[in-house]
């Protein structure tokens, strides 16, 4: 029989905090600005939005730590049925932003379904993938009738439209298949029909405003007053930074240059306050998070775990190097924000819950190397021991006294 105290994993438990309590900072920093001259509210508005956030967000992950992650298997059809009414509603009820639904608002206090979206699809991929293992190889019966709700969510938030989250979705859907035991040549079908299918509707969703932010991506100065303004200012903070940066709170290119210092762009102001090193350690405890991520998954004996693992991980690694490509250039302008670090708070709460189950598999992982409980058979009470004496001296018959 085995203990059953499970120890947290701390390091994985800490990091987040870490990088939350350093994203409150940073927001203070890069918005006070923003926030009174923008908006025209308190320097510290931002700051303490982002505060409750994070609180809420503690609190949350704490009780995901210690919610068996098993019990989520039981849950996934409330989850999707939850997930997909919401999509549904913003599209009609949702808040107008920059042309796109994607913000339910009630009463001061915005949400975006879609980042709900991001983890209910990584539980039902997980949950289902792993109920097929045994026949995963089954192309039709395994593979094809996860993607058709997949499909449809996608659908749904390109529909508000939400490019860059849609491809966050369809990125960590990718990765949760392609780890699920499928064939490779599956996995290139399943790849040649996507590229098919973005081919095809790509075109049909084609603006000048996205072509703007390609061609501002790749050749900012092409037009450094328009498309590649973002993305200028961005280098000339990156560029200001230099190693140790100008020191925290000195940033230039947040006195207005730099569109959304808070948000998208909160690298950058990292970069020009806290230089390169700043940015290093920043990426280097994302980095870790993944990477550990990515280990408990391989060391996990439960296919659900296992695949929920990596749906966190992935969804880490891909919203840090979608942020990190738009800030310099790597990759056009998505509005996705950075980890744990970006002001908002339906990522943020979302995130911080994605760890604390991430920290629960942890802990089952951890219990394997638990030593293991001792069988102490119970002493035999004097009645017992005087029926066994009178068994033995009856000659060893079936009745006692």
């Known amino acids: 029989?085995?203990?059953?105290?499970?120890?947290?994993?701390?390091?994985?438990?800490?990091?987040?905090?870490?990088?939350?309590?350093?994203?409150?900072?940073?927001?203070?920093?890069?918005?006070?600005?923003?926030?009174?001259?923008?908006l025209e509210v308190s320097s510290t508005y931002f700051l303490i939005k982002q505060l409750q956030w994070f609180c809420l967000g503690t609190v949350i992950m704490g009780i995901a730590a210690y919610f068996p992650y098993r019990k989520y298997q039981r849950l996934v059809k409330a989850m999707v049925f939850v997930m997909v009414v919401l999509l549904i509603g913003v599209l009609f009820m949702g808040k107008l932003v920059n042309n796109a639904r994607s913000w339910f608002e009630v009463a001061g206090i915005t949400f975006q379904p879609a980042e709900l979206a991001k983890i209910g699809l990584i539980f039902y991929l997980a949950s289902v993938y792993s109920k097929k293992t045994a026949y995963i190889h089954d192309f039709i019966k395994a593979v094809i009738p996860p993607l058709v709700l997949t499909s449809f969510?996608?659908?749904?938030?390109?529909?508000?439209?939400?490019?860059?989250?849609?491809?966050?979705?369809?990125?960590?859907?990718?990765?949760?298949?392609?780890?699920?035991?499928?064939?490779?040549k599956h996995l290139l079908g399943l790849s040649g029909v996507a590229t098919g299918l973005l081919l095809f509707t790509v075109p049909n969703m084609v603006t000048e405003e996205r072509i703007s932010r390609f061609t501002g991506a790749f050749n900012p100065f092409e037009d450094p007053s328009n498309s590649g303004f973002h993305l200028i200012q961005s280098y000339l903070a990156i560029g200001n930074g230099g190693l140790f940066g100008q020191g925290l709170g000195n940033s230039i290119q947040k006195l207005g240059f730099l569109p959304e210092p808070h948000t998208d762009f909160i690298l950058a102001v990292i970069a020009e306050e806290l230089g390169l090193l700043g940015v290093t350690i920043v990426i280097g405890l994302l980095a870790f998070v993944v990477v550990r991520g990515?280990?408990?998954?391989?060391?996990?004996?439960?296919?659900?775990?296992?695949?929920?693992?990596?749906?966190?991980?992935?969804?880490?690694?891909?919203?840090?190097?979608?942020?990190?490509?738009?800030?310099?250039?790597?990759l056009p302008i998505t509005g996705v924000p950075l980890p744990f670090i970006s002001y908002g708070g339906s990522s943020l709460l979302i995130l911080m819950f994605s760890m604390g189950v991430l920290n629960n598999i942890a802990m089952e992982v951890m219990s394997y190397d638990l030593p293991m409980k001792k069988e102490v058979k119970p002493t035999p009470t004097k009645s017992k021991q005087k029926d066994v004496v009178n068994l033995h001296e009856r000659g060893g018959k079936t009745w006692v006294n």
């Not at 939350?20 to 927001?27: D, K």
């Not at 659908?155 to 949760?176: E, H, N, R, W």
Request: include cysteine.
């Open 294 to 330: 990515l280990y408990i998954a391989k060391k996990c004996r439960d296919p659900f775990g296992s695949l929920l693992a990596i749906g966190i991980a992935s969804m880490i690694a891909i919203q840090t190097f979608i942020n990190i490509g738009s800030m310099s250039g790597l």
């Open 153 to 184: 969510v996608l659908m749904l938030i390109m529909k508000q439209p939400d490019i860059g989250t849609a491809s966050i979705i369809f990125l960590i859907a990718s990765t949760v298949i392609a780890s699920s035991g499928i064939r490779v």
């Open 1 to 38: 029989m085995r203990n059953e105290r499970k120890k947290i994993d701390f390091p994985l438990f800490m990091t987040p905090l870490l990088l939350g309590a350093f994203g409150i900072l940073m927001v203070y920093s890069s918005s006070m600005v923003y926030a009174v001259v923008q």
